[in-house]
């Protein structure tokens, strides 16, 4: 058996593989695969890796994502990481296999943690793909010195054995920018914590707010003002910034049950063997001090295509067989993936061209709440329907993140998709006739009165040739009359949007939890649409504050926002605020007193909402 050897592959990685010590096999090979027929081409096996960054500052943290092309791979795992770095966990925080024309291909990321200022590096990455063993090169990453942690709390007994703080993973950031905020229980060696949790609600206004799920709860050896500690996290919390101020994180309050050892015999290693009432059992509070950060404005120069969306993304798109049938549907899937608040995320908007239908997306969500990013993917569907035949593109569509790493605005765009449908194509239409037009153009007349013929007669004649033109504009009347019955008219949306929030605001009293706080922020939305043209999808509190700041005063303004914050606690918290009842009451005075504005356009008719008991 050949000596297995290293050899490179075009993507930068080696693979593992026997060498061809000889081509005397080479005809009987070439014969015999004449003989059993064209076999499928193997997909080739081959392993690629990127990080997010280079540079990380000391707590921050970077991705390391491995694409394997070929298989799914086997033996996959993290690789080691030595120097100033720190693997945060050994479950990935991303691992997605996609299969296309019997090709498959796996991502898989892990998160790493600077530990200290210096150079750090991530080891080689080895598997086996397709029966071949991959290998891809290590990388170095430059760990920088991070910002000053906050001076640890006073415990309430005052001498500092037990207490807790929130430590968020910067201080500064921009409306949108993720910020990770670590709630870490520190305590001396002579007690022993054995479960924590939360007491009564905690707040941040003006901020998006996403609960995550800690890996590993063993406690970690630390020192602090020069005094050995034992520190856990206990809570990690990922909030994204709605506004740009002072961020204030509210005061969060822990209960602790724990046990207690007496310090008499701290030394003694068999003092829990032998001196077992040594220890006691007991429940303590403790507080975390409230923690602020300073949220800038994203600066300017904004394209048109970008909708509020912060931090790094990659888009996949895919799309079905573009040659239909007229009438069949084409269904075009554009996924938006990366690190960032994906809940908000707006769809691309595609020009659709004349004569194909394009139908709102579907929106699909999923995201991994582990590790010290919040991550995940969101899929918008279109369907899309030619109603004829014939040729039609629809042009490449762009879509705009800001990456606050990079301060900079980035545009990722839509492919262009051309569309084949067979069938006839449509007709075009005929422009209406104009009612002020003749019926016949007269371009030259001879008229002569001719002898013997009877009077009679000509009138006969001229009703005769006068009955298409009768006809003609008989059709055109009730053609116009039907284009304004069916017509929509401002007043007729006005009305239609009108019991539309009316009924999303008396299906949200019938409803509980989040599925309450939705419906009466559609309710809400639907209303801002409509009366002032503001954005019907989920837009950051700065966009909507300028789209209605032209018509609303600053404080019916503010009352607007509030109410919106409010049901996104109940959709994405909830628990934080259970009083649904109260935020349908909110909803509906600020609609009453936003349909009380004057319009600046044409008089609208007004919403009459049902008035609520009490």
Partial sequence: MPTPSVRRTRSGSRRLGPEASGVAWLP?????????????????????????????????????????????????????????????????????????????????????????????????????????????????????????????????????????????????AVVGQQVMVDYVLYFEPQIQPRQTSPIGTWDAAGAWREEMEIASAYPRATTLGGRPYEAVTIRRVALFPT?????????????????????????????????????????????????????????????????????????????????????????????????????????????????????DPREDREVLRTGTTFRGVKTFTYTLVPQGGGRFEVPAAPWTYYDPADGQYKTLRVPPVEIVAEGEALADAA????????????????????????????????GGLALPAIAASLLWGARAGHQRLTAETPAKRSRRVGADVRRRLEAARALDGPAASAETERALRAFLADRFGAPAGPRSAEALDRALAPDVPDG??????????????????????????????????VIADLDALPAAGPPRRRFALPTTAG
């Fill in 556 to 589: 019916l303004r503010r009352r607007t926002l509030d109410v919106l914050a409010a049901c996104a606690r109940g959709q994405f918290a909830p628990g934080l605020d259970d009083a649904h009842g109260a935020v349908i009451d909110d909803a509906e005075a």
């Fill in 243 to 359: 506004r740009s101020g002072t961020l204030e994180l509210a005061p969060m309050r822990f209960t602790v049950d724990l046990i207690r050892t007496d310090r008499s015999f701290s030394n003694d290693p068999f003092a829990p063997f032998f001196s077992p009432f040594n220890q006691r059992f007991e429940d303590r509070e403790v507080t975390a001090p409230a923690v602020s950060i300073d949220v800038a404005p994203l600066p300017d120069g904004a394209p048109p295509s970008f909708a509020g969306a912060v931090g790094q993304f990659e888009m996949t798109t895919t799309a079905d067989d573009a040659a239909v049938e007229a009438g069949e549907p084409v269904r075009l899937r554009v996924a938006l993936r990366g690190n960032g608040n994906v809940a908000t995320l707006e769809a691309p908007e595609l020009r659709v061209p004349p004569g194909v239908d394009a139908y």
């Fill in 28 to 172: 009987a090979l070439m014969l015999l695969s004449l003989l059993l027929g064209p076999a499928a081409p193997a997909a080739a096996q081959s392993a690629t890796a990127t990080v997010s960054t280079q540079q990380v500052r000391v707590g921050e943290t970077l991705t390391y994502t491995v694409t394997l092309r070929g298989g799914r791979g086997r033996g996959v795992g993290p690789p080691l990481a030595t120097g100033g770095l720190q693997l945060v966990s050994q479950q990935p925080i991303l691992d997605v296999t996609t299969s296309l024309n019997g090709s498959t291909e796996r991502r898989v990321a892990w998160a790493y943690r600077g530990a200290r200022p210096g150079t750090g590096r991530i080891g080689q990455f080895r598997a086996e793909v397709g029966g071949q063993a991959v290998i891809v090169d290590a990388v170095g990453i430059t760990v920088r010195g991070g910002p000053a942690m906050p001076a640890p709390s006073a415990a309430p007994t005052g001498d500092g054995e037990l207490f807790v703080r929130a430590e968020p993973s910067r201080q500064t």
């Fill in 431 to 462: 422009a209406p006739p104009d009612p002020d037009a003749p019926a016949a153009l007269l371009t030259s007349a001879d008229w002569r009165r001719q002898r013997g013929r009877p009077v009679w007669l000509w009138a006969v004649l001229g």
